[in-house]
């Protein structure tokens, strides 16, 4: 018997409300902590883009001025 023909025969509310609440309740502690670490890795990526952006910006601007300590 396939999953179709088993909820073929249940109410819509079953289908669409029941079945996603427990499917949180057992998977929602892995499903917040997947969430995290995405957000956590895409957070620690763009931090490290906007850090060597701003590293080669302050390299290219103190060579430019000739790489004299004195500009410091």
């Known amino acids: 018997m396939a999953v179709k023909e088993i909820l ?8 669409w ?3 996603p609440v427990i499917a949180l309740a057992v998977f929602g502690g ?7 670490f995405v957000v956590g890795l895409v ?9 060597v952006g701003g590293l080669i910006f302050v ?3 103190v060579t430019s001025k000739g790489g004299s300590r004195g500009d410091w």
Request: glycine share 4%.
């Open 30 to 36: 892995l499903i917040t902590s997947v969430l995290s």
């Open 43 to 51: 957070f620690k990526v763009l931090l490290f883009v906007a850090l």
């Open 8 to 15: 073929a025969g249940m109410p819509w509310w079953v289908k």
């Open 59 to 61: 390299v290219r601007k």
């Open 17 to 19: 409300v029941a079945i």
